[in-house]
């Protein structure tokens, strides 16, 4: 089960942390992402990490939004400063066993509820 939490309402040039909490997992997930989907758009991925510490960027959010991961609670987090309108979505953090990391949405299998994140203008 992955449940996300720090959505929220912020104007533009601001920050917020997404934590996405991962239980009941006998093992560590290989890659874990974050993937966004604004109204009438496509779900995109915004960057992944994996289990040895990799990291990928959609270039849309390099340089803003630093992924991490707590490997001793499984947690994953992304921090996102700078924020602009365009960021606007609803965030969903993905896990999958497979070796191979991708930031295409159709790599994972497990997806958490996902966090709203607004940013007004």
């Known amino acids: 089960q992955l449940v996300e939490s720090g959505g929220g309402s912020v104007q533009a040039g601001g920050s917020l942390r997404l934590s996405c909490a991962a239980s009941?997992?006998?093992?560590?997930?290989?890659?874990m992402g974050w993937f966004r989907q604004a109204p009438g758009k496509e779900r995109e991925g915004v960057a992944y990490?994996?289990?040895?510490?990799?990291?990928r960027y959609a270039d849309s959010v390099k340089g803003r939004f630093p992924i991490s991961k707590d490997n001793t609670k499984t947690t994953l987090y992304l921090q996102m400063s700078s924020l602009k309108p365009e960021d606007s979505a609803m965030y969903y953090c993905?896990?999958?066993?497979?070796?191979?990391?991708?930031?295409?949405?159709?790599?994972?299998?497990?997806w958490g509820q996902g966090a709203q994140v607004t940013v007004s203008s």
């Open positions: 990490i994996t289990n040895t510490g990799t990291t």
């Open positions: 009941g997992y006998s093992y560590i997930p290989w890659c």
């Open positions: 993905a896990a999958t066993e497979s070796p191979v990391c991708t930031l295409l949405s159709s790599g994972y299998g497990k």
